[in-house]
């Protein structure tokens, strides 16, 4: 990953993002600020809401800098002075452990600035949920963070962009917003990072947060707020995020997979499970070679509500992958499972801590 360096502002099209998918940290001052205004930053890493169609290839792609982003929301000058941050201009499906460590550690350098109030990461939606959990375990500061994206690309004549950045403002200048910790913001639906997961490929309201519930609501005259997220924790940034690999069980499953990740280097493996989480018989010899190798194993459900727990006792059930050392996800989606693990392993080294990790 190449070194993030302070630069004059930069837009980047799409005949630059593939040769520079992580651009220079800008910081972009804008207009002169109001003095009666808070101060938010609004971190620019990419994503459908800072695409446009491609005349070229009649398809969406990166066009859009941060700067293009509030300059599409006039608005904005009415609820706080904006400090633009260019991150990066990458679909986010290019997001991931290589960006995750130098995003946070951004957005607790820019949140370390007493001026600033807040901060608003706008970001694809495809990867969202897990940026955002990454950042609600990793980011130290209280302020509040709230993570955006968009449907539609900026070229759509209702791209939903510009109202998920005036909402999120709304927001994160409302008393009381620093104790949800970070969240994703779309469509008026507030989100808690550790719940929110997307269970729609192109419409406005994708992000719930499952048996959990919304945090609250931006609503047309306030910011209501109905909760606040109890399971909420802090993870240092180790210097390295160790490997974990995703690997889902299915019908017929040989275990081929997790046996390759185990002799390979991977140091956790997260199997997408069944149910409570359970699995088949080949599996289970499997992830007993991965146990004997000493790479630590997380059981995670691919059902979307509900908890993983160690409840059957057939062989690949998860009663019998307990024994081996076996740690179940709880009701952390497999791939939140394995933000979770990356920040965790470095300091959790059996699978009795790791498990006290995900029990809390």
Same mark, same amino acid.
């Given at each position: 990953?190449?070194?993030?360096?302070?630069?004059?502002?930069?837009?980047?099209?799409? !005949?630059?993002?593939?040769?520079?998918?992580?651009?220079?940290?800008?910081?972009?001052?804008?207009?002169?600020?109001?003095?009666?205004?808070?101060?938010?930053?609004?971190?620019?890493?990419?994503?459908?809401?800072?695409?446009?169609?491609?005349?070229?290839?009649?398809?969406?792609? $990166?066009?859009?800098?941060?700067?293009?982003?509030? !300059?599409?929301?006039?608005?904005?000058?009415?609820?706080?002075?904006?400090?633009?941050?260019?991150?990066?201009?990458?679909?986010?499906?290019?997001?991931?452990?290589?960006?995750?460590?130098?995003? !946070?550690?951004?957005?607790?350098?820019?949140?370390?600035?007493?001026?600033?109030?807040?901060?608003?990461?706008?970001?694809?939606?495809?990867?969202?949920?897990?940026?955002?959990?990454?950042?609600?375990?990793?980011?130290?500061?209280?302020?509040?963070?709230?993570?955006?994206?968009?449907?539609?690309?900026?070229?759509?004549?209702?791209?939903?962009?510009? *109202?998920?950045?005036?909402?999120?403002?709304?927001?994160?200048?409302?008393?009381?917003?620093?104790?949800?910790?970070?969240?994703?913001?779309?469509?008026?639906?507030?989100?808690?990072?550790?719940?929110?997961?997307?269970?729609?490929?192109?419409?406005?309201?994708?992000?719930?947060?499952?048996?959990?519930?919304? =945090?609250?609501?931006?609503?047309?005259?306030?910011?209501?707020?109905? *909760?606040?997220?109890?399971? *909420?924790?802090?993870?240092?940034?180790?210097?390295?995020?160790?490997?974990?690999?995703?690997?889902?069980?299915?019908?017929?499953?040989?275990?081929?997979?997790?046996?390759?990740?185990?002799?390979?280097?991977?140091?956790?493996?997260?199997?997408?499970?069944?149910?409570?989480?359970? =699995?088949?018989?080949?599996?289970?010899?499997?992830?007993?070679?991965?146990?004997?190798?000493?790479?630590?194993?997380?059981?995670?459900?691919?059902?979307?509500?509900? *908890?993983?727990? $160690?409840?059957?006792?057939?062989?690949?059930?998860?009663?019998?992958?307990?024994?081996?050392?076996?740690?179940?996800?709880?009701?952390?989606? $497999?791939?939140?499972?394995?933000?979770?693990?990356?920040?965790?392993? $470095?300091?959790?080294?059996?699978?009795?801590?790791?498990? !006290?990790?995900?029990?809390?």
């Amino acid at each position: 990953m190449s070194k993030f360096t302070e630069s004059h502002c930069l837009r980047s099209g799409f !005949a630059s993002f593939i040769t520079a998918a992580v651009m220079s940290v800008t910081v972009c001052s804008g207009e002169a600020v109001a003095a009666d205004l808070p101060t938010i930053a609004i971190i620019a890493t990419g994503g459908t809401i800072a695409m446009k169609i491609d005349p070229a290839t009649n398809a969406p792609v $990166p066009a859009l800098s941060g700067e293009d982003l509030i !300059a599409a929301v006039p608005k904005l000058k009415e609820i706080a002075n904006v400090k633009v941050i260019e991150f990066s201009n990458v679909p986010s499906d290019y997001m991931g452990p290589d960006l995750w460590p130098g995003l !946070a550690r951004k957005v607790d350098e820019v949140l370390a600035d007493p001026a600033i109030a807040g901060a608003i990461i706008s970001h694809g939606t495809d990867t969202l949920d897990q940026t955002a959990y990454f950042l609600d375990l990793a980011v130290r500061s209280d302020k509040p963070v709230v993570a955006v994206g968009a449907q539609r690309n900026a070229s759509d004549w209702d791209t939903d962009g510009p *109202r998920n950045l005036l909402n999120a403002a709304r927001q994160v200048t409302t008393q009381g917003a620093g104790a949800l910790g970070v969240t994703i913001t779309m469509n008026n639906y507030i989100n808690a990072a550790r719940d929110a997961r997307k269970t729609h490929t192109s419409n406005v309201q994708t992000f719930n947060s499952g048996d959990m519930g919304y =945090l609250g609501y931006v609503d047309e005259d306030r910011v209501v707020f109905s *909760r606040a997220p109890l399971r *909420r924790q802090h993870l240092d940034l180790p210097e390295q995020l160790p490997r974990v690999d995703l690997i889902a069980m299915q019908a017929g499953s040989d275990g081929r997979y997790v046996r390759h990740a185990a002799d390979t280097g991977s140091k956790a493996i997260v199997i997408e499970a069944y149910g409570w989480g359970n =699995l088949n018989d080949a599996m289970y010899d499997a992830i007993a070679f991965a146990r004997e190798k000493g790479v630590m194993v997380v059981i995670a459900t691919k059902v979307y509500n509900g *908890r993983a727990l $160690p409840v059957y006792g057939f062989k690949g059930g998860g009663a019998t992958t307990k024994k081996l050392g076996a740690v179940f996800a709880d009701d952390l989606t $497999p791939d939140k499972a394995r933000v979770l693990t990356m920040l965790a392993l $470095p300091k959790a080294s059996t699978p009795e801590a790791l498990q !006290a990790v995900f029990d809390k």
